[in-house]
């Protein structure tokens, strides 16, 4: 194997107090100690460099272009790039994967992510695609308040959807022509709550609004209206104490 060794020992001069790495014949002296250090590298690890960038005080690992301090390179298996412990089958660490940062977590082989942030800064625990700031797939706990809106939520939350249709046999005159109601709904708190707030929230296919007829302490009545008949859905979030 052809390497860059310096000839001799007795080939580097020893330097003076007003010499820098830069100075000659140091800078050369130096690119080939760097040289030496990776053929080094290149026979003890089995072919996969551990490149030094002198120049621009860079390491790379598994790359011979590091843009960054340290820098790795596409790893064997295309995704996992530092092991914190791993016995061959098992593996905890972190890598790329589909322009992911992955967390994996796994007593079996296989890559098991468990936590991904993807490069909308979603976060997936146990979702490998997440589609909001924070998807998890699986319960939650937590031993401390939940807050929407920065609001405490301490209670129960109750979260739904209604379907909901429109049509003639509901006309409403005392909002003009062509306005349509559905039929009474009522959502209502658990056995033994009483409801905190609500908030409803119309999807529909047509322009369309919800007005509360009737409320108590445990349940909400309301109808869906609409400008022409329309169909959709009607999400609640309840916060029941």
């Known amino acids: 194997m052809a390497t860059n ?35 080094i590298e290149t026979a003890l690890l089995d072919g996969a460099p551990l ?11 598994g790359t011979t272009t590091p843009n960054h301090s340290l820098s790795f390179g596409s790893p064997a298996d295309g995704t996992r790039s530092l092991a914190l412990w791993e016995n061959g089958t098992a593996f905890y660490g972190l890598g ?4 992911r940062l992955a967390f994996y977590a796994s007593n079996a082989s296989g890559t098991a992510e468990r936590m991904v942030i993807d490069s909308s800064g979603n976060v997936g625990i146990n979702d490998t695609t997440p589609s909001y700031t924070l998807d998890v797939n699986g319960d939650i706990n937590a031993t401390g308040d939940i807050r929407v809106g ?28 062509n306005y349509y109601r559905t039929s009474l709904y009522t959502i209502s708190a658990p056995s033994g709550k009483s409801i905190s707030s609500v908030q409803l929230t119309v999807r529909s296919s047509a322009p369309a609004w919800v007005t509360i007829t009737a409320q108590s302490g445990s349940s ?12 959709g859905y009607v999400n609640y979030f309840l916060d029941c104490r």
Do not use: C
């Open 5 to 39: 060794f310096p000839s001799s020992a007795d080939s580097f001069t020893n330097p003076t107090t007003s010499d820098t790495l830069a100075s000659v014949p140091h800078a050369s002296q130096h690119a080939d100690v760097n040289d030496a250090v990776e053929a």
């Open 51 to 61: 490149h030094i960038d002198d120049a621009n005080e860079r390491v790379g690992i």
């Open 96 to 99: 790329n994967d589909t322009n």
């Open 150 to 177: 920065g609001v405490a939520v301490n209670g129960n939350l109750i979260t739904g959807s209604t379907y909901y249709f429109t049509d003639n046999s509901q006309y409403a005159p005392e909002y003009g022509s």
């Open 220 to 231: 909400y009545s309301y109808y869906v209206w609409s400008k022409g008949a329309s169909t």
